[in-house]
């Protein structure tokens, strides 16, 4: 039987919005406290069994990334523990799960980093040699290395809808029209912010034994536009990681991330529309080992 749906009730702070993953609080007019729930998505689709652990995982797995990646760009911690910021009997919803975090205004993209060619990446450059307009070399296969991370953008669904793959070009004009004739400056600092938090990343997790095939970022701006690294941190929901000693150019190696819910739904019989399929037992324990093994590879630690 599936684990009960870990659903945020917070009262003594006002509800701004539930995302796929996380849950979203106003604690003043500079700050939010935003907790990380157990739902999965998967193609954009929220499914109807929570994995075990999930919300804790990726929560003290960004918390790593902020800590070790906060010398190349600022980000969005307060330091606040967020068992400060709510009523006593709620603090067990908060602990180990939440954060506290300033408020800014996000880009209206992601900022996707690929260091392999996989995912949708792969399905781009089979149609056209290209992903998201960059040009790759001919004749790469599946999960190929590519000779420097790109930086591939993508638009920013709504929850229920895809993300979909945009030109860098397509991401300035979307920044423009959050910040004005500044976007396209926005956009190229947040092309070299994510690939310089990939890079450095990417070679950590290569001594772990764990290779990060891509990562989504995400960014906002303050009141006086300056960047900041916002949302979840090279997580197993927002990256693919892949282990060093299983991979093999070719093929989709198996994977520490929600990839594993993503290929038994690639068998299903499902319009990759809502509402999402069940899980079996076996895929929900099988996915909530991968995520605890990601951290603890990553870090050295056994989740807390």
């Keep these: 039987m599936s684990a009960p749906l870990f659903e945020s009730s917070i009262k003594s702070l006002p509800l701004l919005g539930r995302g796929k993953v996380r849950d979203i609080y106003a604690v003043d007019d500079d700050k939010l406290l935003i907790i990380a729930s157990d739902r999965l998505s998967a193609f954009d689709v929220i499914l109807p069994d929570p994995i075990p652990d999930k919300g804790r995982v990726l929560t003290a797995t960004a918390n790593f990334w902020f800590a070790r990646l906060g010398h190349i760009i600022a980000n969005q911690l307060t ?177 520490f991330d929600k990839q594993y819910v993503r290929d038994y739904l690639e068998t299903l019989d499902w319009n990759k529309k809502a509402p999402g399929p069940k899980l079996p037992p076996e895929v929900i324990a099988r996915t909530a080992d991968k995520y605890r093994e990601a951290y603890s590879r990553l870090t050295g630690h056994a989740l807390p």
């Design 79 to 255: 330091g606040i523990a967020p068992e400060s910021v709510v009523a006593p009997d709620e603090r067990g919803q908060v602990h180990g799960r939440a954060l506290v975090v300033r408020r800014l205004k996000p880009l209206p993209i992601e900022a996707v980093v690929r260091g392999y060619v996989i995912g949708s990446g792969w399905k781009d450059y089979q149609a056209s040699g290209a992903i998201c307009g960059i040009a790759l070399p001919p004749g790469l296969k599946q999960a190929a290395k590519l000779p420097e991370p790109i930086f591939t953008p993508a638009s920013k669904a709504e929850v229920g809808e895809h993300d979909e793959n945009i030109s860098f070009a397509q991401a300035c004009a979307r920044c423009e029209a959050l910040v004005g004739s500044g976007g396209t400056a926005l956009a190229g600092q947040a092309r070299e912010a994510a690939i310089a938090l990939y890079r450095e990343a990417a070679d950590y997790a290569a001594g772990r034994g764990i290779l990060i095939a891509d990562t989504k970022f995400e960014f906002g701006v303050d009141a006086a536009g300056v960047l900041h690294l916002i949302d979840e941190v090279l997580t197993p929901d927002s990256s693919r990681f892949w282990p060093a000693a299983d991979y093999r150019e070719g093929s989709s190696p198996p994977s």
